[in-house]
């Protein structure tokens, strides 16, 4: 018996997609390989997504609402499977940052996912020696993430980035080049404000490693700290109020925010062809 043949439509949202998008597919009389040929995709990918080994595409749910007549049924249903290409343990936190009225995020490594460009994301992605199509799925998310900052009512964004997110190229000069630019760029945004903390500033508070500290509109606030293997959501108001405190310090040893922009762009300058 093939896995597909054992899912549970009602064991998760990918579950329901994958075995509606197979149910949907029988019932027009349309083979798996007929369908992943008009997919533009390999038979076998399509057999993994039938069977959840496998995230659907956007455009896989576009062509399946309108080959099928869903109306954007599937299309609906894509964003909430998305969410199935992060880790179980960072699910609740971006649930959490969608919540969020206020972000304050420290990075010392790579720029912060809710700014990565598509083409900086997918290089952060290789380093990690994963699958070609786990890469896709990852960045997918990634930037599917990021729409909270394009909603009507988009989340106070305040960022402090390491110098050495600015100094460590990541992919190509081209690709680190767009990602500065599109720094830059973000910082243009009312509700965005960014500073950088210089290496002349020597240790800092943020030496213990990157997090993010959400300010909800309802609930109580939370911290999430990055680690090796996986983060950790905390919502013990003493370690809100140290992670608030310990950004507060870094804001004080920043650079300003027009100074941070200028420092960004003499970064990307170097870039320069």
Request: aromatic share 8%.
């Given at each position: 018996?093939?896995?597909?043949?054992?899912?549970?439509?009602?064991?998760?949202?990918?579950?329901?997609?994958?075995?509606?998008?197979?149910?949907?597919?029988?019932?027009?009389?349309?083979?798996?390989?007929?369908?992943?040929?008009?997919?533009?995709?390999?038979?076998?990918?399509l057999?993994?997504?039938?069977?959840?080994?496998?995230?659907?595409?956007?455009?896989?749910?576009?062509l399946?609402?309108e080959?099928?007549?869903?109306?954007?049924?599937f299309?609906?249903?894509?964003?909430?499977?998305?969410?199935?290409?992060?880790?179980?343990?960072?699910?609740?936190?971006?649930?959490?940052?969608?919540?969020?009225?206020?972000?304050?995020?420290?990075?010392?490594?790579?720029?912060?996912?809710?700014?990565?460009?598509?083409?900086?994301?997918?290089?952060?992605?290789?380093?990690?020696?994963?699958?070609?199509?786990?890469?896709?799925?990852?960045?997918?998310?990634?930037?599917?993430?990021?729409?909270?900052?394009?909603?009507?009512?988009?989340?106070?964004?305040?960022?402090?980035?390491?110098?050495?997110?600015?100094?460590?190229?990541?992919?190509s000069?081209?690709?680190?080049?767009?990602?500065?630019?599109?720094?830059?760029?973000?910082?243009?945004?009312?509700?965005?404000?960014?500073?950088?903390?210089?290496?002349?500033?020597?240790?800092?508070?943020?030496?213990?490693?990157?997090?993010?500290?959400?300010?909800?509109?309802?609930?109580?606030?939370?911290?999430?700290a990055?680690?090796?293997l996986?983060?950790?959501?905390?919502?013990d108001?003493?370690?809100?109020?140290?992670?608030?405190?310990?950004?507060?310090?870094?804001?004080?040893?920043?650079?300003?925010?027009?100074?941070?922009?200028?420092?960004?762009?003499?970064?990307?300058?170097?870039?320069?062809?």
């Open positions: 018996m093939a896995y597909a043949d054992e899912l549970d439509p009602s064991a998760s949202v990918l579950s329901f997609y994958a075995t509606d998008l197979r149910r949907r597919r029988e019932l027009a009389g349309i083979s798996q390989r007929d369908l992943a040929k008009r997919a533009h995709m390999a038979p076998s990918l057999n993994k997504i039938e069977a959840t080994k496998r995230l659907p595409t956007k455009d896989l749910s576009e399946c609402d080959i099928f007549g869903t109306g954007d049924h299309q609906r249903l894509w964003p909430l499977v998305i969410k199935y290409a992060y880790p179980s343990w960072f699910r609740p936190f971006v649930d959490l940052e969608e919540a969020a009225a206020i972000i304050r995020s420290f990075q010392v490594q790579v720029v912060p996912g809710l700014l990565q460009t598509e083409d900086y994301a997918r290089a952060v992605f290789s380093a990690r020696r994963l699958e070609a199509d786990r890469v896709e799925e990852q960045v997918t998310a990634r930037m599917e993430r990021q729409h909270i900052l394009t909603r009507k009512t988009p989340p106070e964004l305040w960022v402090v980035l390491d110098e050495h997110v600015l100094r460590r190229r990541t992919g000069p081209e690709t680190m080049r767009a990602q500065l630019e599109h720094l830059i760029s973000a910082a243009e945004i009312p509700s965005n404000v960014f500073q950088v903390v210089p290496y002349d500033v020597g240790a800092h508070a943020g030496n213990e490693g990157p997090f993010a500290a959400l300010t909800l509109n309802e609930g109580r606030d939370v911290v999430y990055d680690g090796f996986q983060g950790q959501i905390f919502a108001p003493a370690d809100v109020k140290a992670a608030v405190r310990a950004y507060d310090l870094l804001t004080a040893v920043a650079l300003s925010p027009s100074r941070s922009i200028d420092l960004i762009a003499d970064v990307m300058k170097g870039l320069s062809p």
